[in-house]
């Protein structure tokens, strides 16, 4: 999947996150803000890189403030921003369809 436009995806609020997508330079450059980085930090980045690897996303500029969320969460964030940065709006496959 090409990302196509800048796209946001999530809140700022307790136990979510909020990820930026923008379009890459032909590779996966990946930012993290996050008030647990220390103890969580490469779990984000393994749920971030799987789930992009999933949408067959190779180029993009993803950006992701953590607030403590869920892998549950953040993958729901990342699938959100790349499927709006797409410009798919409809026949979206939510509810398991997209697995790593």
């Known amino acids: ?19 930026t997508v923008e379009p890459g330079d032909g590779e996966i450059d990946f930012t993290l803000k996050s008030s647990v980085i220390n103890q969580y930090g490469n779990q984000i980045r393994k749920v971030v890189f799987e789930t992009l690897e999933s949408l067959g996303v190779g180029s993009v500029k993803i950006s992701i403030v953590d607030k403590g969320a869920l892998d549950c969460t953040i993958k729901a964030r990342v699938e959100g921003a790349v499927f709006r940065s797409a410009g798919q709006m409809e026949h979206l496959p939510w509810g398991g369809a997209i697995r790593p």
Do not use: F, N
């Open 1 to 19: 999947m090409e990302i196509v436009k800048p796209a946001i995806a999530g809140t700022l609020e307790s136990s979510d996150c909020q990820v």
